[in-house]
């Protein structure tokens, strides 16, 4: 059996890969103005690391609600969640990703002193590390919109009015600004 504390440790800790993903979107957003030959595939890029850091910040809303409540008084779901590290092992998937993030962002910098052909050159050697990332990045958004969408399902089966609505007033905020 798990820790009850590491649901709540990794519900939080969802927040702070949001956080990075945003700061690595706007990283490369920035770069991209700045590289000659590859700047719209780079931005495009950048907007996908984006909905990827908004993603994992509408689950961290969603679920960060439930961070204080003591085990004992969760229901079947939470515990199931608490009991498989299903969180943490999204979160670690999440940490995997931001790492490798964040070596294509190194590299991505460096276009910035090639010449436009140089840069195209290496950006086309180096796309597929690219392309590996994103399935990656989707399959973890999915994962976390299903675990949102059981939680909130959960939520109103046990006719929880009270924390359906606070989800909606989380969710409907800036939460890449405030992330409730």
């Not at 595939?41 to 003591?70: D, M, R, W």
């Not at 190194?106 to 597929?128: D, E, F, H, N």
């Amino acid at each position: 059996m798990a820790d009850p504390v590491s649901l709540g440790a990794s519900i939080i800790a969802i927040g702070g890969a949001a956080a990075t993903a945003f700061k690595i979107s706007r990283s490369l957003y920035r770069t991209s103005k700045q590289i000659r030959g590859a700047k719209e595939i780079i931005e495009s890029f950048a907007n996908e690391i984006g909905t990827y850091g908004s993603v994992i910040a509408t689950a961290h809303i969603a679920l960060k609600p439930y961070t204080n409540i003591p085990i004992s008084t969760k229901s079947a779901v939470f515990k199931y969640l608490g009991n498989h590290n299903v969180v943490a092992e999204v979160l670690s998937q999440s940490k995997l990703v931001i790492l490798h993030l964040k070596q294509i962002m190194s590299w991505i910098q460096s276009l910035k002193r090639k010449s436009r052909i140089g840069a195209i050159i290496k950006w086309l050697w180096r796309r597929g590390e690219i392309e590996n990332v994103k399935p990656k990045m989707e399959s973890i958004k999915a994962s976390l919109h299903i675990l949102v969408s059981v939680v909130t399902l959960d939520a109103v089966e046990k006719g929880n009015k009270t924390e359906v609505m606070r989800h909606k007033m989380c969710v409907s905020t800036d939460h890449a600004k405030d992330l409730c």
